[in-house]
């Protein structure tokens, strides 16, 4: 079953823990490439400066922060990845949530060749381990770019399901790659399913 537009609409940390085990699906020419989210960032905007929209700033690629929750927030870093961020609250609260990692679960072999060009089972022990462990690599598999910003998540190109019932262990830390931010840097806004290998703990933003 799809997330409705009243998940979204939520305060953003408790956003960001619940999306954990929820499954991101991209649609792509009648083909539905499908991950588990394991691992989220959470972005407070006016007040933390951590994110883009901090003191209430605001630019042309920043207008999607501002928009109704549910909508994707897709931006380029190091001019070369993509991050795919769900926007929360409600409008005119410039706050999102990082999706970091996911769980490949359906359309591997495509994903893989987004990634790599080759089949999964043609893939070395370190690619496997470093498949989608990260913002740009989930983004390369799933084919996420900047296309995709203002996109509607309540919508039938890119969404996301509730996924299976589970229960599992969320661990709460710091965010990544973001020294810059102060304060903000030592926020415990960062989590992510226990035990899970797909995690990025490396840190390594890309």
Known sequence: MKLTREFYSRDTITVAKELLGKVLVHNIGGQNLKGRIVETEAYLGLK????????????????????????????????????????????????????????????IDEMSKNRFGQNYTNLSKYQRENFTNGPGKLSMALKIDKILDKADLCGDKIYLEYGQKETFKIVETKRIGIDYAEEAKDFPYRFYIEGNHNVSLIKKFE
Do not use: W
């Open 48 to 107: 933390d400066k951590a994110a883009h929209s901090y003191g209430g700033k605001k630019t042309k690629r920043l207008e999607t922060m501002y928009g109704i929750p549910g909508t994707a927030y897709v931006y380029l870093i190091y001019g070369m990845y993509y991050c795919f961020n769900i926007v929360t609250e409600k409008k005119g609260i410039p706050e999102a949530v990082l999706i970091r990692a996911i769980e490949p679960i359906q359309g």
